[in-house]
Every structure is written in structure tokens, then in C-alpha cells.
């Protein structure tokens, strides 16, 4: 059973840059798509982006200036990169496994989410 | 984006009771629609794809229908670990959105 756990600071400064790593256990990640969603507290959740097995990545237009996905296959990690933070970025990031094929984008595994604030 | 609108976005309701969430999406949508289950301070948990196919290992008392616009989340009976927030999530574009959330509350 594939198995996601998020990484990084819980803390970061206004206009610095938010960086997260998810590892994944029991799969590889080459074998599947991925991808970083985020909950404001009390806000519905919203894709961020996603990387597919293939290295290609799509972004949530509202975000794409800012946003970057990458993976490291030797590690078995995909990791977030957002540019730029403001308050409004303070949100409980989580990693998960993208079922993806026709239109499927969907979200069977989910890592157990970290908070990041932001705040000087 | 589309958009999607969940209702309500409080049910209470008692163990034993059926119940049933709506999910409206601002354009069709075809049933490429998901649902999920987040309980507090957790993870959401995947319990319905393609609007209708129940995820492996979710119970036989959660069933989804629905097409183009609307959509609905039902639990037959509901149980005390079903008291939880549902939100539904569409793929039909390749931008995924998802609703506001509806949260089961005890009655």
C-alpha cells in the first residue's frame, strides 16, 4: 500500500520561497502521476499542480506563475516549489497519487498534510 | 474554472439516518466527479470516482449518482465514524476544482 509523507519548514517569510518534499513508500513514483493540493484552515481544498510518471507537469492556472513540481525518481520523491508567499498561502499542503487516463484526475492516496504559515 | 457548489454545507443528522449531499457543477460536467471524506485534522479519504464507482475497501452504504450538473453523495445508514466533512471534486477540465465542503454534524 502506497504510503506519502510531506516534508519541510512549517515556517516561512513573506516573498520567500515555500519548499516541500513528499515521499513516497510502498510504489514508485514513475509508475503514477502526483500531485500537491492545499487547504486554507477552514477553505475547501485546491489543486496546486501535478507531475505525471513521464516528468510532464500542469499547474492550476491561478498559481502557475508560481508554482513549480519536480521529481527525484532515485529518491522516490516529487517535491513543491512556491515562489513569492503571502498570507493567503498559509495552508495545510498535502501531497497525493493522481489517478490519471481519459480525463481522470482524481486522488486515491494522500500524504498526512503539514501546516505552513507564513508570517515574518 | 468550474465551479462547484456543495449543499448543505451543514447536515445534522442522527446514526441510523439516511442522508444525502448535493453537488452542483457551474457547467456539465459529464460524471467525472469525485467524492471524498475528510475527518478533522486528517486527510481526505477517496470514496467515489466516475460520480458512481465506489472505491475499494469503502462501505456499501455510500453511493454517488448524478451526471451532467448535479450530483449526490448518499449514506444509507449513517454510522459514527461517518461523521465527517464530504467534498466533491470534478476532472472534467484538466484543473480540478472542488466544492466548499458539506460537514455531518451528531444531531
Known amino acids: 500500500q502506497v504510503q506519502l509523507h510531506e516534508s519541510g519548514p512549517g515556517l516561512v517569510k513573506p516573498s520567500e520561497t515555500l519548499s516541500l518534499t513528499c515521499t513516497v513508500s510502498g510504489g514508485s513514483i514513475s509508475s503514477y502521476s502526483w500531485s500537491w493540493i492545499r487547504q486554507p484552515p477552514g477553505k475547501r481544498l485546491e489543486w496546486m499542480g501535478l507531475?505525471?510518471?513521464?516528468?510532464?507537469?500542469n499547474y492550476n492556472p491561478s498559481l502557475k506563475t508560481r508554482v513549480t513540481i519536480s521529481a527525484d525518481m532515485s529518491k522516490n520523491q516529487f517535491s513543491l516549489r512556491l515562489t513569492s508567499v503571502a498570507a493567503a498561502d498559509r495552508a495545510v499542503y498535502y501531497c497525493a497519487r493522481a489517478i490519471t487516463g481519459g480525463p481522470s484526475l482524481y486522488f486515491d492516496s494522500w500524504g498526512q498534510g503539514t501546516l505552513v504559515t507564513v508570517s515574518s | 474554472d468550474i465551479q462547484m457548489t456543495q449543499s448543505p454545507s451543514t447536515l445534522s443528522a442522527s446514526v441510523g439516518d439516511r442522508v444525502t449531499i448535493t453537488c452542483r457543477a457551474s457547467q456539465s460536467i459529464s460524471r467525472w466527479l469525485a467524492w471524498y471524506q475528510q475527518r478533522p485534522g486528517k486527510a481526505p479519504k477517496l470514496l467515489i470516482y466516475d460520480a458512481s464507482t465506489l472505491e475499494v475497501g469503502v462501505p456499501s452504504r455510500f453511493s454517488g449518482s448524478g451526471s451532467g450538473t448535479e450530483f449526490t453523495l448518499t449514506i444509507s445508514s449513517l454510522q459514527p465514524d461517518d461523521f465527517a466533512t464530504y467534498y466533491c471534486q470534478q476532472y472534467i477540465s484538466y484543473s480540478p476544482t472542488f466544492g466548499q465542503g458539506t460537514k455531518v454534524e451528531i444531531k
Open positions: 507531475i505525471s510518471y513521464s516528468g510532464n507537469t
